[in-house]
Structures are given as C-alpha cells and as structure tokens.
Antibody, heavy 119, light 113 residues
Framework: EVQLVESGGVLAKPGGCLRL?????????????MNWVRQAPGKGLEWVAR???????????DYAAPVKGRFTISRDDAKNMLYLQMNSLKIEDTAVYYC?????????WGQGTLVTVSS | DIVMTQSPDSLTVSLGERATINCKSS????????????LGWYQQKPGQPPKMLIY???TRESGVPDRFSGSGSGTDFTLTISSLQAEDVAVYYC?????????FGQGTKLEIK
C-alpha cells in the first residue's frame, strides 16, 4: 500500500525558512516522479513543484512561478524521502502542503502538513 | 501556462440523478504522439486530501465506482456521475499534466438537492 506522510508544517514568520519532509513507502520511490501541491485555507489546489527520478533528465526539477527562486524540491532515494525547502516565506504561502506521486498526474496523496506564515 | 476552467462552480443534483462537470483547457492537452489526453479528475471531500478518480481523461482509477466516467479530447472534457449517491458530495477538480506548470481548474462543488 502506498503511503506518503508529510511533516514539518509549523507557524513561521514572513521572511523565514522551513523544510517540509515526506516519508514514502509501499512503492519503489527511486523510480517515481514526485510533486508538492498546496491548498490555501478554503481555496483550490495549486501545484508547487515536481522532481523527476534521477534516471530521467538527472532528476530535473520544475516550479510554479510564485515559488520559483524561493522553494527547492529535493529527494533522498536512499531514505525514501522527499523534501521541500521553503525560503523567504510570504503570508500567501500559508496552506496545507501535500506530497504526491506523479504517474499520469498526481496519483497518490499524503494527508498534508499545514504551513502558517504570520507575524 | 495552460489555464483550466471548470463549469459550473457549484452544482446541486438529486440523489440518483446525473451530474455533469465540464473542464476546458486554454490549449490542447492531447499528445499526438501517443494519442493520450493529459487530463485528470480529482474528488476532494471535506477534511481529506484529493483522490484521483480519472486519468488520461477517461481511465478510471482502480476502485473508483463505475458511475464515474470521464470523456473529451483536446481542450474540452467532462466528468459524469451517472447516478448521484450521498457519498459523492465533494469538490471536484480537473488538472492537466501535459506541461509544466501543472494546473488545476478552480473546482466544482457538488451538493445534494
């Protein structure tokens, strides 16, 4: 059974940093493309970032425009872990952040971790 | 970026009746090399993460009831629930994975009449 468990969501201040983690199990993580998707309170879904597997374009990353240059997606295949380093946080980054697999789009989703950015 | 537009924003349907949600992309999401539409549908119930219902525009995810079906090609797509059940109350999203950035529709809230 595929399991994705996010952690690291907390209350952070504008301009601050945070690292989210996602522990993956139940599938061959190193073969998987992975995403982060977020959902602001009461709002719709917004794709944040994607990382390919290392054998595809050496693990190329892509980002949504609002986070490009501030967020970094990375992976540790030895630990079956996905990360999202979030720098220069803004109030509008407040959201539940979901880790997803990427097979014909975001297929399996974790339960999410809440990031609140407030002074 | 490909813009995804859903209609309607909300929908009220009686139990047992058909529900139809439309999704339009600002450019084609059909890959002519493999004839696949890079379009998925998701269901999100309150307090839960989204769940994939349909991928490749019309392929039902394993375990999804057959009352859910997807259709369309190119830029126009439809999610149909053939006979609405109480447990289908949710927000539904379409999403394209044809090109980065992946983009979602704004969501359609489905309620029971």
């Amino acid at each position: 059974e595929v399991q994705l468990v996010e952690s690291g969501g907390v209350l952070a201040k504008p301009g601050g940093c945070l690292r989210l983690s996602c522990a993956a199990s139940g599938f061959t993580f190193s073969n998987a493309w992975m995403n982060w998707v977020r959902q602001a309170p009461g709002k719709g879904l917004e794709w944040v970032a994607r990382i390919k597997r290392k054998t595809d374009d050496d693990g190329t990353t892509d980002y949504a425009a609002p986070v490009k240059g501030r967020f970094t997606i990375s992976r540790d295949d030895a630990k079956n872990m996905l990360y999202l380093q979030m720098n220069s946080l803004k109030i509008e980054d407040t959201a539940v952040y979901y880790c997803t697999t990427d097979e014909a789009g975001p297929r399996y989703w974790g339960q999410g971790t809440l990031v609140t950015v407030s002074s | 970026d490909i813009v995804m537009t859903q209609s309607p924003d909300s929908l009220t349907v009686s139990l047992g009746e058909r529900a139809t949600i439309n999704c339009k992309s600002s450019q084609s999401v059909l890959n002519n090399s493999n004839n696949k539409n890079y379009l998925g549908w998701y269901q999100q119930k309150p307090g839960q993460p989204p769940k994939m219902l349909i991928y490749w525009a019309s392929t039902r995810e394993s375990g999804v009831p057959d009352r859910f079906s997807g259709s369309g090609s190119g830029t126009d797509f439809t999610l149909t629930i053939s006979s609405l059940q109480a447990e289908d109350v949710a927000v539904y999203y379409c999403q394209q994975y044809y090109s980065s950035p992946y983009t979602f529709g704004q969501g359609t809230k489905l309620e029971i009449k």
